[in-house]
């Protein structure tokens, strides 16, 4: 399947969210935040990166945008998983170029489903 990379600080969340892409058969890379975030996703050549937005430093929104500003990594779809649950979170998260959002707390097939739209 997908090589998937998961940014999220909360380990509990990376465990979560990376048991349940697992089990959908995807390869998994997980980072705990977003620092040197393009160095190594120049390296892991994910096919789709699930970001959470509220972390410290530079937060998933912001991420996101660079990401898709940035020549490298702007094919790569992006689905936001956050709890940050609003129409208005959801829209500037689209604004962003996020491919997909998942609102936490998520089912398995919810956030199975998100990904695999944005893979196709």
């Not at 959908?24 to 705990?32: C, E, G, I, L």
């Not at 990166?49 to 660079?66: E, K, S, T, W, Y």
């Amino acid at each position: 399947m997908s090589k998937i990379v998961v940014v999220d600080d909360s380990y509990a969340e990376l465990q979560l969210i990376e048991g349940y892409l697992k089990s959908a058969n995807h390869t998994v890379v997980s980072y705990p935040n977003t620092d040197k975030l393009e160095d190594k996703l120049a390296l892991d050549k994910p096919d789709l990166i699930v970001l959470d937005v509220v972390m410290p430093g530079r937060n998933g929104f912001q991420a996101c945008r660079d990401l898709k500003s940035d020549e490298r990594f702007k094919g790569i779809p992006i689905v936001l998983c956050t709890s940050k649950g609003q129409e208005s979170d959801k829209f500037w998260g689209q604004q962003q170029g996020a491919n997909g959002y998942v609102v936490k707390p998520f089912k398995a097939e919810d956030l199975v489903a998100a990904v695999k739209r944005a893979l196709n």
